[in-house]
Each structure stands twice: as structure tokens, then as C-alpha cells.
């Protein structure tokens, strides 16, 4: 449910103003918002029940009420309607989520030290070693079986005499 503000109403230093944009990251209430978001991030994320985070985003959205209210301007008559509370848990279920997100994010994006640096880069030498090594034993192996092959099919023309054994004596001594 939606409230119909007065026509000369302009969002108030602790208001959250809906929308996107530079204008509604920066207004002061949206950035209350995001520090109230941040006090209760870790009890968020350890929550082990949709009902605990519930409760939070509940209590979250009360802070706001304390001092503020939550805004949103219609795209074509500029004109500010306060939102109703469903809106407003929303809104904040969506920041909590989004906040997450970003610190996941950046969790993932830490730059490495120059120690790190030189562990990955031995890592992969250490990767490359091991590839080489075993293209070898790979090689080897064929080169292997190629020969026992052969020593198979010698084996073979001997048993039925198409070889003749003095020359094949004479070469192995």
C-alpha cells in the first residue's frame, strides 16, 4: 500500500528513497540504511532459520521507521508516495542479499601477496614438471609396448622357422 505525500515533499535526511541511480545510493537515508545493514550483516548470514532472517530484516526496517520512511517518486508526475511495509522489508531483504553478495565478492578478489605470488608461480612450475613427466612415462610406455610388440612377433616367426637363428645369435652377442 502505497501513501500519496504532499505535493511539495522532498525526501528527508533519514528517509530511504526507492530507485536507482547515483541520487538514491548517495541520499543520506539510503546510506543509513546500508550501516544499519552492516551491524547486523554477521548475525544475518549466521542465522540458520528463514525466520531469523526475517526477524532481522523486521528489525532492520523498524530502525528506518524510527527516524525516517521509506520513499519512492513516480517516473512521470515526479510526485512522492511513502511505501507500504512489505515494500520496504523488500528493499531491505534485497540490500541484506546484496550486501552479502558484494562482500562475497570481494572476498574472492583479495589482492595476493608477493609470497602468494611466488607460491602460484612455483605451483605451476611444479604443474608443468609434472605434465612433462608424464608425456615421458607416456612415451615410454609405448616405446615399451612397441618392443615387447616386436619380441612378440619375433617370437613368433621363430616358432615358425621364417627366421633363421644364427644370424639373430650373432647379433646379440
Given amino acids: 500500500m502505497t501513501k500519496a505525500l504532499p505535493a511539495d515533499y522532498e525526501p528527508a535526511e533519514f528517509d530511504v528513497v526507492f530507485g536507482r541511480g547515483r ?3 548517495e541520499h543520506s537515508g539510503n ?5 544499519i545493514i552492516e551491524t547486523h550483516l554477521d548475525e544475518y548470514t549466521t542465522a540458520s532459520r528463514k525466520s531469523k532472517k526475517t526477524s532481522i530484516a523486521n528489525f532492520i ?6 527516524k525516517g520512511i521509506f520513499v519512492k517518486q513516480h517516473p512521470e508526475t515526479g510526485k512522492w508516495f511513502e511505501v507500504g511495509w512489505s515494500k520496504a522489508k523488500e528493499k531491505v531483504g534485497h540490500a541484506i542479499r546484496e550486501t552479502v553478495a558484494n562482500q562475497h565478492r570481494e572476498s574472492r578478489n583479495v589482492s595476493f601477496s608477493r609470497e602468494d605470488d611466488d607460491m ?3 605451483l605451476e612450475i611444479q604443474r608443468k ?3 612433462d613427466m608424464k608425456a615421458r612415462s607416456d612415451i615410454e610406455w609405448e616405446r615399451a609396448q612397441a618392443e615387447q610388440q616386436l619380441r612378440n612377433v619375433y617370437q613368433h616367426q621363430v616358432a615358425l622357422g621364417w627366421t633363421d637363428n644364427r644370424n639373430d645369435e650373432q647379433r646379440e652377442t
Fill in 61 to 66: 526496517v523498524k530502525r528506518v521507521y524510527e
Fill in 129 to 131: 614438471i609434472f605434465r
Fill in 120 to 122: 602460484a608461480k612455483l
Fill in 23 to 25: 541520487r538514491c545510493f
Fill in 31 to 35: 546510506r543509513r540504511l546500508h550501516e
